[in-house]
């Protein structure tokens, strides 16, 4: 079973920048889609980004386009997702998602990613 271990997240002032990893504990599909979903409390989970190996293609969530930055490294089985210019908007449990080769229509659908990590906390809050 695929572990997925998340990093990096906390609590951060409007406006500023945060950066978070996920490490998969081994290479489960030759050429992987890893991504990042969002969820808070009474709402559905929302996609936020995702790239497929290689950085070969990417895709964003409509509310995040232009401040945040997914990337990769396929040697390490590891995706990041560095946060800019955050607003109280983000805050959020964000979630690593991992999964076979997805088409770019699909990268942003839940059922493309077979292992989800824990989840881990963003608040923006001054």
């Known amino acids: 079973q695929v572990q997925l271990l998340e990093s990096g997240g906390g609590l951060v002032q409007p406006g500023g920048s945060l950066r978070l990893a996920c490490a998969a504990s081994?290479?489960?599909?030759?050429?992987?889609?890893m991504g990042w979903f969002r969820q808070v409390p009474g709402k559905e989970r929302e996609f936020v980004a995702a790239?497929?190996?290689?950085?070969?293609?990417?895709h964003y969530g409509d509310s995040v386009k232009g401040r945040f930055a997914i990337a990769t490294d396929n040697t390490k089985n590891t995706v990041t997702l560095q946060m800019n210019s955050l607003n109280t908007g983000d805050t959020a449990v964000y979630y690593c998602?991992?999964?076979?080769?997805?088409?770019?229509?699909?990268?942003?659908?839940?059922?493309?990613?077979?292992?989800w990590g824990q989840g881990i906390q963003v608040t923006v809050s001054s």
């Open positions: 790239i497929r190996w290689r950085g070969y293609a990417t």
């Open positions: 081994e290479r489960a599909f030759s050429t992987y889609t």
């Open positions: 998602a991992y999964g076979p080769y997805a088409i770019l229509s699909a990268m942003s659908l839940q059922s493309s990613f077979r292992h």
